[in-house]
């Protein structure tokens, strides 16, 4: 995928650790090194829902044109990078499945 393209309707913002919202966490819990991702999330969630509720009332049209129809789009018809590896690659599922089905070999 082109750079320019991950910019544009995904949601690195969340992800990326050089973004303002993981930036702003880290550095929230820079004195608690023992907090699970999962807490620190859930303490910013608020903040962040809040946030983006606010940037949506604001502006919604550029919100619809570069968020909402691009994801849209993307939900309907997926980069073939996210379906040209099923499972990330590994065989977990497919030996959960496998035995749950009583199935003796993958064909």
Known sequence: MHQQEMMIANTWY???PKS???QYMFQKFKKDSTAHILKKWASVGPLFSEYGAYLIKQYPVTFTQYY???NTMKYYAPPVEFLDTYN???TV???LVNNGLG???VS
């Open 103 to 105: 199935l003796n070999r």
């Open 68 to 70: 909402l129809v691009p």
């Open 93 to 95: 599922l497919r030996l």
């Open 88 to 90: 990330m690659g590994k």
């Open 14 to 16: 969340m992800w990326d």
């Open 20 to 22: 303002p919202l993981q």
